[in-house]
């Protein structure tokens, strides 16, 4: 649906909380004719998670019952979006409006799929709140916006707070996920880019945004599959996902005064939307022949099915029951998408195809309509062709007369006709018939009233056009939304085929071969990453140094040091990125990986001051280390930068340490950079802790970066002085700050000697427990057990020998 008012954002969202503070969202998008349920806990007294997804959203108006304070006396959703959003249109329904009972309804007759495919059947009772706020949302749009929604229609996607990764905001803006924060590298002229942008090179506008089944073994394996989708796809127009969407709406009652001159836009969009259609229909056969020639060999799916916390790894041979592995029989085989094009062709003419260029996609389709039909039409294209022509004609008149051989009349939707002179053909001034003269580069655009006056006459006869136009096309629009859901099929097969195959193969085609590798995912194993890049930097340095990570529930900690501008943050941001390409369905950059599925990722990165809310940075850091801690779960994904850094030294190190043994004790991976080297001492009281650090080089008191990540601790000392001196500190102050960190580092690392001695049998004893859990799953013969458990034996004693 066309949103009249200029709105930038298409989104209208439903928001409803029960005492429990749970929360229902239901996202309904009118530009693509989706609704998205959500509903979840909300865990934050500051309803971080609503606050994430209005972010994500940017709705154009939120609809919220009553405000009534939740019973613990927090803030409600209905305040939160006074607050959080308040720019935004602000809509109260009555609590009757929220009716699960007719939402559910509702979704099921709306959408596209079967109820069972959505897991409506099963989530009903549990999932009540987003189907409530599902009703009162649906019902707005229908009132505000005059239409009704046709019965399965809707692309309806169900998440529930099990079967996605979360990213809070936060998260999103430090690992520049959509924008990145920095536009351009320091000391280079490349533009920096974000994860998005990385990805963006798909030809429809969904493509950027659907969800991607892992499905690129074939792609990358099949040249021949992967060009020939690519070519196909570019023959289907670039908006074709989002204009079908205009045959999920219909107006309430179809009158002349509906299709009156002021709705004229709104003709000219159900024309067009036609227009598309049949160049998208047109194209469906070159799809078809791919498939025929490529497509012989069964596909297989790997689907990643999250629930009850167990990962169900389901490997489905011939995808009978996946819509990509059957898209030929699906999608091309399907007859009621040549029955939708053969009513089209009965009434629109064949020579009409979609085009982006303005005035001949407006003489599209003022004659998109076979001729003879109607009289009225016929009159109206007569006036256009008349004027059209009028003003060509004016064009060589004033070429002729005021000597300008090189005047052109080129056209767009706002202005219409208007002249294009070079100004190098310009002598003096320009006569006084040309007015509205403005610079445009190396031309001059103007106006004159004579072409003014065309243009006004063109402008009605075109919207006379479309007027008779549409009152025509009203019945086979009735037909086509009779078959709506196979256009909603059309248009989620066609982003989920651009994504594969213009986004993620296209992106993995354009490096050099072996540095991109499928992930493997596993139930409850481990976070190992052979040899990652980062995958946008990367793109940026030739040079870029890999590293890897390996964490387990054995080692579910790792401590990384290093100084000032060493690569750790970087090496924070590369983690997340490569599990979340990963997640999507996308290859990642690294020699080898195996995966646990992450349900969210929380990151705690560089801060600042924050005026607005009146917090420093130290109170900002701790509002999103409270929320980190308020909903980690056991799988989730935890990199904190510098935790504590914002207070004084003996406070910061004290919450750092605190955080450190909260995580340790659930099974979430960590990843903690830091330059307290104090918290390596975690590692002898904790055997799943491992220390790491990013190799440097000492020589006369310069660093030489290596950006190499290795075990161990590494002591690089007065680095901080080091830096400080480039910097230009005075060499005296700079004396006496090393004496300082001496006396106070010579008592650490006595500290540390004794801890060591105190947990030392604990650490061999653990490690062990870990040998013996590899042995117990591996598939060594029973010879080659039993030396491995002598050669462990003999490790143990001489470990405890070497301690006494």
Known sequence: MEDDTGERSSFVIG?????????????????????????????????????????????????????????????????????????????????????????????????????????????????????????????????????????????????????????????????????????????????????????????????????????????????????????????????TDRVLCHFCFKPKRVTNEVLASNNG??????????????????????????????????????????????????????AKSCLLGNVYKSICENEKYTSIRNRIGEVIDEDVLHTRVPFVARTQQCFAFKAGVDGLLDMARRSFCDTSEAVHDLANKYREDFRLPNLKIPFNNRKGFYFSIPQKDIQGKLPSKFIQVMKHGNNVHCSSLELASLNARNKSAAKECWLRTAFCLEALMDAIREDVSVLTVLSEVLCLLDMMVNSFAHTISTKPVDRYTRPNFTCDGPLAIDSGRHPILESINNEFIPNGIFLSEASNMAIVMGPNMSGKSTYLQQVCLTVILAQIGCYIPARFATLRVVDRIFTRMGTMDCLESNSSTFMTEMKETAFIMQNVSSRSLIVMDELGRATSSSDGFAIAWSCCEQLLALKAYSIFATHMENLSELATMYPNVKILHFDVDVR??????????????????????????????????????????????????????????????????????????????????EDSLREALQDLKESYLSGKHKDN
């Open 15 to 239: 928001l409803i909380e029960n005492r429990a503070k749970e929360v229902g969202v239901a996202a309904f998008d009118l530009r693509s004719a989706s609704l998205h349920l959500s509903q979840y806990i909300e865990t934050s007294s500051s309803y971080q998670n609503t606050k994430t997804l209005l972010q994500f959203y940017e709705p154009m108006a939120i609809i919220v019952p009553p405000n009534k304070l939740a019973a613990d006396g927090m803030v409600g959703v209905s305040q939160l979006a006074d607050g959080f959003c308040s720019s935004t249109r602000k809509v109260i329904m009555n609590r009757g409006c929220f009716d699960d009972t007719r939402g559910a309804v509702l979704v099921k007759g709306l959408a596209a799929k079967e109820p069972s495919a959505l897991g409506l059947d099963s989530y009903y009772k549990q999932y009540y709140l987003c189907l409530a706020a599902a009703a009162a949302t649906i019902k707005w749009i229908e009132a505000e916006k005059g239409v009704v929604v046709i019965n399965h229609s809707l692309l309806v996607t169900f998440n529930g707070s099990f079967d996605h990764m979360n990213i809070d905001a936060t998260s999103v803006q430090n690992l520049e996920i959509i924008e990145p924060m920095h536009s351009s590298l320091l000391g280079t002229n490349s533009k920096k880019r974000s994860l998005f942008h990385m990805l963006k090179t798909t030809r429809t506008i969904g493509g950027y945004g659907n969800n991607c089944i892992d499905k690129l073994d074939e792609l990358m394996s099949n040249e021949q599959l992967f060009f020939g989708l690519s070519q196909a796809l570019r023959k289907f127009p670039k908006e």
């Open 265 to 318: 836009r709104r003709n000219q969009i159900m024309i067009s939307s036609i227009i598309l259609l049949k160049t998208a229909l047109d194209a469906l056969p070159l799809l078809s022949q791919v498939q025929h020639h490529c497509w012989g060999q069964a596909f297989t799916f790997l689907y990643l099915i999250w629930y009850n916390d167990e990962l169900v790894i389901q490997v489905l041979k011939e």
């Open 700 to 781: 006369n008191n310069r660093m030489d970066f290596k950006f190499l990540l290795k075990d161990g601790l590494r002591h690089v000392p007065h680095y901080g002085l080091m830096l400080a001196g480039v910097a230009g500190l005075p060499s005296s102050v700079v004396e006496t700050a090393k004496k300082i960190t001496s006396r106070i580092k010579e008592k650490e690392m006595k500290r540390m000697e004794v801890n060591y001695r105190q947990y030392q049998d604990l650490q061999l004893t653990y490690q062990v427990a870990q040998r013996l859990m590899c042995l117990k799953f591996s598939d060594q013969d």
